[in-house]
């Protein structure tokens, strides 16, 4: 049993400014705007600069979710990052956004979960923050995968984009509304070789070899991953809503990791949930990784899209293989 409740204080995020449309890359590969758009969903995507790494980007999503809550900076007292490209191997890049911050002394640590980290990250700091062993704890999803793109790979590197989405999450009191109900995180190691990246650890380090043969860019079997995806994301919500007694139709937004627009409007029919429940942003941003459903959440609450006391329904797929699902009032 939990002591306390934990709940979202506010969300921020940050994309970088340089813009990609379908066009602009029809002009550098064999691809067009109508195979992308009706394949993905995807228009448009951001791109890091060559100087730009992901704690550039996380610390100004993570700055504007601690501006928009009442939560005051040396209130923070644990710093989560979900990344699978944080800015070196290590050290973790919560804990370069921890040193920009100036909170010396805060626990600080990354998560390796894929498209499923903010998730995942969000699940730890549920945890830490129901048990009483931290009151406000700061969640980033920052990817920068642009940065490990196989350009040769037609298949992959229409997908990606670069951004960063942060959260605050903290104590609920008695009496608010806000309460994050419960979440589920999943994993199945044994199909991590549908989506890697294959050098650049200790199985493999680094060499001229690794190099010449692109092996440090992001390896994906997109057919095998889409059914899965599918699949897993909704056992997962499924479940977390049987588990709390509830159904669809108590949900007011589902928030879906955006990786294709064919995987979220597939999850919608199989959850029987009308796409206007749905938030969607994958035409602007493609697929950021662990960064899309910060992005989407931030994006969609000053908006005013998703208001407080709304039920929301977060979910995620994504290297591992890892999925998970999260069930919040808002
Ligand atoms: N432009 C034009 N044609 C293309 C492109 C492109 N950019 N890419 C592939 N094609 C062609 C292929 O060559 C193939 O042609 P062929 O039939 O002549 O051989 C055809 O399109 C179909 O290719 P598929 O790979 O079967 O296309 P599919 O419909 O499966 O779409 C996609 C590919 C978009 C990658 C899809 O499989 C997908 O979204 N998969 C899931 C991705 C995902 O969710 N990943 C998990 C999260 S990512 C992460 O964790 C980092």
């Known amino acids: 049993m939990s002591i306390y409740k934990a709940k979202f204080s ?18 550098t590969m064999d691809t ?39 939560v005051k900076y040396k209130d923070i007292d ?18 370069i956004v921890q040193k920009k911050l100036g909170l010396k002394g805060v626990p600080a640590f990354d998560v ?9 990250a969000l699940d730890v700091a549920k945890t830490f923050v129901e048990n ?25 590197c229409v997908l990606f984009g670069d951004g960063a989405g942060a959260a605050v999450v903290s104590r609920a009191q008695r009496n608010d509304i806000s309460q994050i109900i419960d979440c589920l995180i999943q994993a199945d190691g044994s199909q991590g070789d549908l989506l890697y990246q294959a050098a650049g ?46 159904s669809a139709e108590d ?3 589902v928030i879906p990791h955006q990786a294709n627009l064919r995987i979220i409007e597939g999850l919608a029919s199989k959850l ?27 994006e969609a609450t000053r908006s005013g899209k998703i208001r407080r006391g709304d039920v929301i329904l977060l979910t995620a797929f994504g290297a591992g293989l890892t999925w998970g699902s999260l069930l919040a009032r808002y």
């Open 10 to 27: 506010a969300f921020g995020s940050h994309a970088p400014a340089k813009v990609v449309n379908n066009f602009d890359l029809e002009k």
């Open 32 to 70: 067009t705007d109508e195979w992308i758009r009706t394949r993905t969903g995807m228009f448009e995507r951001h791109y890091c600069s060559e100087d730009e790494a992901a704690s550039d980007l996380a610390i100004i999503a993570a700055t504007n979710a601690i501006e928009a809550s009442l």
């Open 78 to 95: 644990l710093i989560i990052t979900g990344t699978v490209t944080g800015d070196h191997a290590f050290p973790a890049t919560a804990c």
């Open 112 to 120: 390796s979960a894929g498209c499923s980290g903010f998730i995942y």
């Open 132 to 156: 009483g062993s931290a009151q406000n704890v700061l969640v980033m999803g920052v990817d920068v995968l642009t940065k490990i793109t196989n350009w040769e790979d037609r298949g992959t």
């Open 201 to 246: 650890g200790s199985r493999m380090p680094a060499s001229h070899a690794t190099v010449d043969k692109n092996l440090h860019t992001v390896y994906m079997e997109g057919n095998r991953i889409f059914k899965n995806a599918i699949r897993s994301m909704y056992s997962s919500t499924d479940e977390l809503l049987k588990r709390n007694k509830m």
């Open 251 to 253: 949900v007011d937004w």
């Open 272 to 298: 029987r949930v009308p796409m206007e429940k749905v938030i969607v942003n994958i035409e602007k941003y493609g697929n950021t990784s662990s960064a899309t459903i910060p992005l989407a959440l931030d």
